[in-house]
């Protein structure tokens, strides 16, 4: 199947700063991209729909503002939590797809945001 | 709006057991159906899908899932439970042209006794 990345799989920061998490696709051209989030113990929740050259959109209740999409390219698509906070920690997960496969989604490895 | 349930939060069965995870839906059209497993920390791996067709799906490890549409169902089966098999499952519903904008259940957490 084909091969999606997501970098870093763990990351720590300060409250009040930003991180940036990153989702390739190694092997194929993801003309859209997910973003989802994972509270423990809880499901997933889709963030925002991200397609190439254009701009995400987001679901009810997600602040553009606070969690910046970028879709630059057809391997590459970042999450940018902006001025995190403790209640921004969560796991987060991407998925890529484009329209040869089939109509799956395959799913990056996760990232686990610590805001401390 | 679209929903997926999963009913059982928590089940426990003995390796070698069968199994059968349970899965509704709440959808307008026929969805895209799928069911992915979860290990601690990781990401989501596909079992099986359904789109058309058949509709008894087979999967990888041994899995498989019926789609029954007057029940609004897609539970999912195992003959044969291994202790690898212990981890979180998710069935998802597929929105959208493409079907990959998914909608997740909560959840069930398998455990599997010795």
């Known amino acids: 199947g084909a091969v999606v990345s997501q970098h870093p799989s763990r990351v720590i920061c300060k409250s009040g700063t930003s991180v940036k998490i990153e989702c390739r696709s190694l092997d194929f051209q993801a003309t859209t991209m997910f973003w989802y989030r994972q509270f423990p113990k809880q499901s997933l929740m889709l963030m925002a729909t991200s397609n190439e050259g254009s701009k995400a959109t987001y679901e009810q209740g997600v602040e553009k503002d606070k969690f910046l999409i970028n879709h630059a390219s057809l391997t590459l698509s970042t999450l940018t939590v902006t001025s995190a906070h403790p209640e921004d920690s969560s796991f987060y997960i991407c998925s890529a797809t484009s329209p040869g496969l089939n109509t799956e989604a395959f799913f990056g490895q996760g990232t686990r945001l610590t805001v401390v | 709006a679209q929903s997926v349930t999963q009913p059982d939060i928590h089940i426990t069965v003995s390796e070698g057991a069968s199994l059968e995870l349970r899965c509704n839906y709440s959808?307008?059209?026929?969805?895209?159906l799928f069911w992915y497993v979860q290990s601690p920390g990781q990401g989501l791996q596909l079992l099986l899908k359904y789109f058309s067709g058949d509709t008894l799906v087979q999967g990888i490890k041994g899995f498989e899932a019926e789609f029954k549409r007057s029940q609004s169902s897609f539970n999912l089966r195992k003959p044969s439970v291994h202790w690898s098999d212990a981890a979180e499952y998710f069935c998802a519903v597929g929105l959208g042209t493409s079907g990959s904008r998914l909608t997740f259940g909560e959840g069930t957490q398998l455990t599997v006794n010795p």
């Open positions: 959808y307008g059209a026929t969805p895209y």
